[in-house]
T-cell receptor, first 115, second 112 residues
Framework: DAGVIQSPRHEVTEMGQEVTLRCKLISGHNSLFWYRQTMMRGLELLIYFNNNVPIDDSGMPEDRFSAKMPNASFSTLKIQPSEPRDSAVYFC?????????????FGQGTRLTVV | AQSVTQPDIHITVSEGASLELRCNYSYGATPYLFWYVQSPGQGLQLLLKYFSGDTLVQGIKGFEAEFKRSQSSFNLRKPSVHWSDAAEYFCAVGAHAGKSTFGDGTTLTVKP
């Protein structure tokens, strides 16, 4: 398996534009997590899904952010409109069903720069 | 609320020397604890995890960690560091590997 695949790897956009980040889960995994990493705030969990259903979105910063799982293997994180303070590296991670602390597999991240 | 403290922002060790990275946690129940490594421009990779049982946990790449409930610690160790170990290391606590609270990370520099 190729692992968790994120696209694009880098995105530079102007303030006010819509940005869509994409994530393909590992086959067979049923949990999906979106994280944001910045120097100031470290790694923050934005939202996570289980079996395509959003379970906890308390980390989503504001209404400009939205995430979807249109099917079991794919997710998007959208920012509309984008702002310079959204600049960060966004990671998605997936994990398989199981008891106990199943491992989360991270993608390589999307580095977003909003100018 | 759960939290993780990694007291050392940056550590430098010589190649071949031993390494210990500190992690202290706060969690209301029996914790699940994780150590991840992040190389520049890469995602996080799980080194090891503690769920229950033996408090000394072996991981990949020669790393181990010891869970000490009395000290609320889960320190990561390696007996002999290699130059390729230079990276950022994150300790995390939570009920699920993905839904975890991460520490701020410790950057490891390895001197030749």
């Amino acid at each position: 398996d190729a692992g968790v695949i994120q696209s694009p790897r880098h995105e530079v956009t102007e303030m006010g534009q819509e940005v869509t980040l994409r994530c393909k889960l590992i086959s067979g995994h049923n949990s999906l997590f979106w994280y944001r990493q910045t120097m100031m705030r470290g790694l923050e969990l934005l939202i996570y899904f289980n079996n395509n259903v959003p379970i906890d979105d308390s980390g989503m910063p504001e209404d400009r952010f939205s995430a979807k799982m249109p099917n079991a293997s794919f997710s998007t994180l959208k920012i509309q409109p984008s702002e310079p303070r959204d600049s960060a590296v966004y990671f998605c991670a997936s994990s398989s069903p199981g008891q106990g602390p199943t491992e989360a597999f991270f993608g390589q991240g999307t580095r977003l720069t909003v100018v | 609320a759960q939290s993780v403290t990694q007291p050392d922002i940056h550590i430098t060790v010589s190649e071949g020397a031993s390494l210990e990275l500190r992690c202290n946690y706060s969690y209301g129940a029996t914790p699940y604890l994780f150590w991840y490594v992040q190389s520049p421009g890469q995602g996080l990779q799980l080194l090891l995890k503690y769920f229950s049982g033996d408090t000394l946990v072996q991981g990949i790449k020669g790393f181990e960690a010891e869970f000490k409930r009395s000290q609320s610690s889960f320190n990561l160790r390696k007996p002999s560091v290699h130059w390729s170990d230079a990276a950022e290391y994150f300790c995390a606590v939570g009920a699920h590997a993905g839904k975890s609270t991460f520490g701020d990370g410790t950057t490891l520099t390895v001197k030749p």
